[in-house]
Nanobody, 124 residues
Framework: QVQLVESGGGLVQAGGSLRLSCAASGRTFSSYAMGWFRQAPGKEREFVATISRSGGGTSYADSVKGRFTISRDNAVNTVYLQMNSLKPEDTAVYYC?????????????????WGQGTQVTVSS
């Protein structure tokens, strides 16, 4: 089992940057594929990015490709989401999630563990 805690959210102007962090408990972090998802008010939770166990494989939603970068540091049990060129439509609560099966999943159902979320607000 793993516990996830996100941080790094906040208020930023359009065009700005933020880096989200997700710290994981436990000694098996490197055995999980990790993902970032987001949920805007009144909308369903949607896929943002995912990264493989080693960090060698990544996948992104089309809406963030070229602007966001997912990375991980298994030595400190943390996954990151660097968000650049932020837009008002990126406003949402951002969640990290862990998949013990290690696949690069885009679907919510593949992730067994979730953090509590961190709010990102982009003003125009």
């Amino acid at each position: 089992q793993v516990q996830l805690v996100e941080s790094g959210g906040g208020l930023v102007q359009a065009g700005g940057s933020l880096r989200l962090s997700c710290a994981a408990s436990g000694r098996t972090f490197s055995s999980y594929a990790m993902g970032w998802f987001r949920q805007a008010p009144g909308k369903e939770r949607e896929f943002v990015a995912t990264i493989s166990r080693s960090g060698g494989g990544t996948s992104y939603a089309d809406s963030v490709k070229g602007r966001f970068t997912i990375s991980r540091d298994n030595a400190v049990n943390t996954v990151y989401l660097q968000m650049n060129s932020l837009k008002p439509e990126d406003t949402a609560v951002y969640y990290c999630a862990a998949d013990p099966r290690g696949y690069l999943r885009r679907g919510i159902s593949g992730y067994d563990y979730w953090g509590q979320g961190t709010q990102v607000t982009v003003s125009s």
